[in-house]
């Protein structure tokens, strides 16, 4: 089971960055996805999910209406699209999956079980 995560760089205010999140060794089918991100001296933060029985996602206040997590079952993949970005978004960003009973939205990050290496993301002028 491998996460590997990759799509992070540096953007200016106002920009976007797509990124995404492949998936080897299972299939995403059947898993919640989820993007997580931490900034050094401060606790990790959910952005985003999607749980796998309905689709439904959950976003973060800090980043709702600006990103943007969706999934490809057929390629295995999943992506955050991030819009608009400010420099309080600069973060080590994280993927994840996990078997879900319930909507992701009600799980934290120590129930994730699979993580990927993680991407940087800076946003600066």
């Known amino acids: 089971v491998q996460l590997q995560a990759s799509g992070g760089g540096l953007v200016q205010p106002g920009g976007s960055l797509r990124l995404s999140c492949a998936a080897s060794?299972?299939?995403?089918?059947?898993?919640?996805i989820a993007w997580f991100r931490q900034v050094p001296g401060k606790e990790r933060e959910k952005v985003s999910c999607?749980?796998?029985?309905?689709?439904?996602?959950s976003y973060s206040e800090s980043v709702k209406g600006r990103f943007t997590i969706s999934r490809d079952n057929a390629k295995n993949m999943m992506y955050l699209q991030m819009n608009n970005l400010k420099p309080e978004d600069t973060a080590v960003y994280y993927c994840?999956?996990?078997?879900?009973?319930?909507?992701?939205?009600?799980?934290?990050?120590?129930?994730?079980?699979?993580w990927g290496q993680g991407t940087q993301v800076t946003v600066s002028s």
């Open positions: 999607m749980s796998s029985h309905d689709g439904s996602t």
């Open positions: 060794g299972f299939s995403l089918l059947g898993y919640a």
């Open positions: 994840a999956t996990e078997r879900l009973a319930l909507s992701c939205g009600l799980y934290s990050d120590y129930e994730f079980g699979s």
